[in-house]
């Protein structure tokens, strides 16, 4: 089960590079998405990888500011926020399936998606705070 890492309290206009890991495994076929939810709210996509050819994908709102990434060992995939702001502050959440490609949707609005029905597995989310 995949665990998020990384998260904590920062300042807005600080960065955090969030970490995705299957403990003692290897994310090599997988594609990852990373996920996040805030209280009340429904788990909002964010970013995913590409298993086969390591394409990357962004909700509209993420794009400039957040940035998904393999490790060159396929053991972790990062997300690296920049420019945090408050509304940000969320719990951020990866997940994998061995689907070559993301299962990204094209909204009505034209912003891509993937909804959070397409991933069977959540393990532990990783608490990003941005408050000054």
């Known amino acids: 089960q995949l665990q998020a890492y990384g998260g904590g309290l920062v300042q807005p206009g600080g960065s955090l590079r969030l970490s995705c890991a299957a403990p003692g495994g290897t994310l090599e076929y997988y594609n990852i998405a990373w996920y996040r939810q805030v209280p009340g709210k429904e788990r909002e996509w964010v970013s995913c990888?590409?298993?086969?050819?390591?394409?990357?994908y962004y909700r509209e709102s993420a794009k400039g500011r957040f940035s998904i990434s393999r490790d060159s060992a396929k053991k972790a995939v990062y997300l690296q926020i920049t420019d945090l702001k408050p509304e940000d502050t969320a719990v951020y959440y990866c997940?994998?399936?061995?689907?070559?490609?993301?299962?990204?949707?094209?909204?009505?609005?034209?912003?891509?998606?993937?909804?959070?029905?397409?991933?069977?597995?959540w393990g532990r989310g990783t608490l990003v705070t941005v408050s000054s």
């Open positions: 997940t994998a399936d061995k689907r070559e490609l993301c299962a990204v949707v094209i909204t009505p609005d034209l912003d891509f998606d993937i909804p959070a029905g397409e991933y069977d597995s």
């Open positions: 990888i590409n298993r086969s050819d390591g394409r990357t």
